[in-house]
C-alpha cells in the first residue's frame, strides 16, 4: 500500500511539472514599469486595432484604448490584471486557447502578423504588472 501511495504520489507531480514545462506561453518581459500607452498600444495599433476598433470591432473587442481592452468583448474580459498566464488576450495572441476560433490576429486580408515572443512577453508584463 504504501509502495502504491507513494508511485500514485510521484506520478502526480510528474504529471503537474510537466504541465507547467510544456506551457508553450513566452515568458512575461522583465521591463519593469510597462504602460498601455507607451508599450503595448503601439503593438495593439500594428497588429490588432485594424479589427478591433470602431462602431462593429470585431468580437466586440475594441483595443485600440486602455479603456476598451479592460471592458473587454463578447467573450467576457480579456485581461486578468496581475495575471497574464489566465488572460485571454495573451492566450489567443499566443495561439494556446482550446478554441482555435480565439486566435490572434485571423485576418490575413489586413495584413496581421502573429504577434512575436517579444510582444506577447511585453503585454504580459503589462498585464502580470496591473494593467494600466
Known amino acids: 500500500m504504501i509502495k502504491f501511495n507513494l508511485f500514485a504520489a510521484c506520478a502526480l507531480a510528474g504529471m503537474a511539472f510537466a504541465a507547467l514545462a510544456a506551457d508553450p506561453l513566452p515568458p512575461p518581459s522583465p521591463r519593469p514599469n ?13 497588429s490588432c486595432v485594424k ?16 479603456q476598451g481592452v479592460l471592458k473587454g468583448g463578447q467573450d467576457g474580459k ?6 497574464s498566464a489566465k ?5 489567443s495572441v499566443a495561439h494556446t486557447t482550446t ?3 480565439l ?9 496581421a502578423q502573429p504577434l512575436t515572443p517579444e510582444q506577447i512577453g511585453l503585454i504580459r508584463a503589462w ?4 494593467a494600466k
Open 34 to 46: 510597462v504602460t498601455y500607452t507607451a508599450d503595448i498600444k503601439p503593438i495593439f495599433d500594428d
Open 78 to 83: 480579456v485581461v486578468i490584471p496581475g495575471n
Open 127 to 130: 498585464i502580470d504588472q496591473g
Open 99 to 101: 478554441d482555435h476560433d
Open 103 to 111: 486566435w490572434m490576429p485571423t485576418n490575413k486580408k489586413k495584413n
Open 87 to 91: 488572460s485571454l488576450l495573451v492566450r
Open 51 to 66: 479589427c478591433h476598433r470602431g462602431k462593429k470591432p470585431h468580437g466586440k473587442l475594441k483595443l485600440d484604448s486602455l
